[in-house]
């Protein structure tokens, strides 16, 4: 599941000129989705429009589709680069019991979360950006069953081109993708 940040009334980021952030999220969900596809993988996006989805409604939407992987998508300020993202779970409770509470569904997935993300974060270093791995409390990372990962992609210059925009984001979704592919062995279901 790709999952383009913001949309419709959320803008996200303003990143210069008229571009935001939530049609940048759209155009790299889409290359992704391409990439995958053309590696074997089905993708779906979580929007291909520019509609607002909220929060809580992207992670039951991903657990009711049983997403083998979730991966948000996010662009902005500050720094030049990207961040690739796992769940920062709120402080251990008792996770006893066949109920787990919603912000810390993830617990189940964050070992496999973190194995994404370090295939993702390797494949992104040929990009040739800067690449930082990091814990976050991003929601819905927390609320969500599958390996789950946000990559962000930090802009820098205000006012790149399109082209180098277009470029930029071909490279991303490629690396991606074979940071996804990459990372298949370790989240794979064992019996």
Same mark, same amino acid.
Request: hydrophobic content about 45%.
């Given at each position: 599941m790709?999952?383009?940040s913001?949309?419709?009334e959320d ?8 571009l935001?952030?939530k049609?940048?999220?759209l155009g ?5 989705r391409? /990439? ?9 996006l979580l929007?291909?429009s520019?509609?607002?989805?909220s929060? /809580? ?6 657990n *009711? /589709?049983r997403?083998a992987?979730?991966i ?11 961040r690739v ?10 996770? /006893?019991?066949r109920?787990?509470?919603w912000?810390n569904v *993830? ?5 496999k ?10 494949d992104l270093?040929?990009t040739?950006?800067p690449?930082v791995?990091?814990?976050? =409390?991003?929601r =819905?990372l927390?609320n969500?069953?599958a390996?789950?990962?946000a990559?962000?992609w930090?802009?820098? *210059?205000?006012?790149?081109r399109?082209?180098e925009? *277009? ?11 074979a ?5 298949r062995?370790q989240l794979?279901?064992?019996p």
């Amino acid at each position: 599941m790709i999952d383009p940040s913001h949309g419709g009334e959320d803008k996200g980021a303003a990143l210069g000129g008229k571009l935001l952030e939530k049609d940048v999220t759209l155009g790299l969900a889409r290359e992704l989705r391409k /990439e995958l596809e053309e590696r074997g993988i089905a993708a779906r996006l979580l929007r291909d429009s520019d509609t607002d989805i909220s929060l /809580e409604r992207r992670a039951e939407l991903t657990n *009711q /589709e049983r997403a083998a992987v979730y991966i948000a998508l996010h662009a902005g300020p500050p720094g030049n680069g990207v961040r690739v993202y796992v769940a920062m779970l709120p402080s251990a409770r008792s996770l /006893e019991g066949r109920l787990l509470p919603w912000e810390n569904v *993830q617990a189940a997935s964050l070992r496999k979360s973190a194995a994404l993300a370090q295939a993702v974060a390797h494949d992104l270093t040929r990009t040739g950006l800067p690449v930082v791995s990091l814990t976050a =409390p991003l929601r =819905p990372l927390n609320n969500l069953v599958a390996p789950a990962i946000a990559v962000e992609w930090a802009t820098g *210059q205000e006012n790149t081109r399109p082209a180098e925009n *277009q470029k930029t984001l071909s490279a991303l979704a490629s690396a991606i993708a074979a940071g996804i592919v990459r990372a298949r062995p370790q989240l794979a279901v064992h019996p």
